[in-house]
């Protein structure tokens, strides 16, 4: 029974490790860029998929990077007030993860090949490319997220390269409408860092980790989110004034309510309970884009 109870807790650490509340943010991307191919009539349902499992591994990937690294420069203290990290904590040894993300990236390796065969050695860029933003977050010489960079990474990464990369898995091409609609899905992902680097502003500080939170602190951090919020609520209007769409765009302000109570709850709330903060961003993050990309594939 104890034996049972031990491999039921190390199971328990993998989970934990892949922080499953960030995960809704990964499918977020996916949803907008496959309503967009529909949109243009380019929709491929295997490729989609693939694609989905792709972005899901690699959200796990680069949760396991930043767990083992982390530790390993010391940033995971006692003091951290965010979820357990599992290497820091002794859940999981350092080799162990090394190998878990080895695995992960290579499933999300594999799929790529499938959709390398549809469209070309342009996807294995996309993917190394990615998989080396996630491993040098907070891994190799110049970890870009104790640099203050990794905002505009995770926008980059999670918002138009994930949209664009995924429309051209359908389309095999990438048009001006799939990075515009990759602007506002990148930019609530975004908010899932602000809120995670607010919340650890002090134990970063500690350990050096030069996030935009520690150099301009927790105001500006709220300017970044309300900022983020506000852009992503004009873009489906600039969209259909523009005449790329049709108004049913505007099914995305359903979740603006969402948008507003979290704003409060992360204006008003400081420390571990930052965390539930946390989850109901990814939580809006997803909620916007399956009504943004209903809004987009189906025209009233």
Same mark, same amino acid.
């Given at each position: 029974? +104890?034996?049972?109870?031990? +491999?039921? #807790? ?16 990964? @499918? ?10 529909? %949109?243009?009539?380019?929709? %491929?349902?295997? /490729?989609?998929?693939?694609?989905? =499992?792709?972005?899901?591994?690699? !959200? ?10 982390? %530790? &390993?420069?010391? #940033? ?9 990290? *599992? ?5 999981? +040894? ?24 549809? %469209?070309?050695? +342009? $996807? ?6 990615? $998989? ?37 898995? !359908? ?10 609609? /990759? $602007? ?5 992902? *975004?908010?899932?860092?602000? *809120? ?9 500080? &500690? ?21 983020? &919020? @506000? ?14 769409? /049709? ?6 302000? *359903?979740?603006?309510? !969402?948008?507003?109570?979290? =704003?409060? &709850? ?16 990814? !939580? ?7 009504? =943004? ?8």
């Amino acid at each position: 029974m +104890q034996k049972n109870n031990e +491999q039921t #807790t190390y199971f328990n650490a993998w989970i934990l490790a892949s922080r499953p509340r960030t995960l809704p943010a990964a @499918a977020a991307p996916v949803f907008v860029a496959v309503a967009a191919a529909w %949109h243009d009539g380019v929709f %491929h349902l295997p /490729s989609a998929l693939a694609c989905l =499992f792709i972005s899901l591994l690699m !959200q796990i990937g680069a949760n396991f990077a930043n767990d083992l690294f982390d %530790h &390993e420069r010391g #940033t995971d203290t006692p003091a951290r007030i965010g979820p357990t990290r *599992v290497t820091a904590s002794g859940l999981v +040894q350092p080799r162990e993860m090394r190998i878990g993300i080895a695995v992960v990236f290579s499933l999300a390796g594999s799929l790529g090949l499938y959709l390398t065969w549809l %469209h070309g050695w +342009q $996807i294995i860029v996309l993917g190394l490319l990615i $998989i080396i933003a996630a491993l040098a977050y907070t891994g190799g010489p110049f970890p870009y997220g104790y640099y203050a960079l990794g905002d505009l990474f995770v926008f980059l990464s999670f918002g138009v390269a994930a949209v664009c990369g995924t429309y051209y898995s !359908q389309a095999g091409s990438i048009n001006s409408f799939a990075l515009l609609a /990759s $602007i506002p899905v990148g930019l609530l992902i *975004v908010n899932i860092l602000v *809120v995670n680097n607010t919340r650890d502003i002090i134990t970063d500080r &500690e350990a050096k980790k030069r996030t935009l939170a520690v150099f301009f602190g927790r105001n500006a951090m709220l300017i970044e989110y309300l900022l983020c &919020e @506000a852009i992503a609520f004009i873009v489906p209007i600039v969209l259909w004034y523009l005449g790329l769409t /049709s108004k049913g765009v505007m099914l995305s302000w *359903v979740s603006l309510p !969402q948008a507003i109570l979290l =704003f409060r &709850e992360f204006s008003r709330t400081t420390g571990r309970e930052l965390n539930k903060t946390l989850a109901g961003t990814a !939580q809006l993050a997803l909620f916007y884009s399956i009504l =943004f990309s209903i809004g987009i594939a189906f025209k009233p």
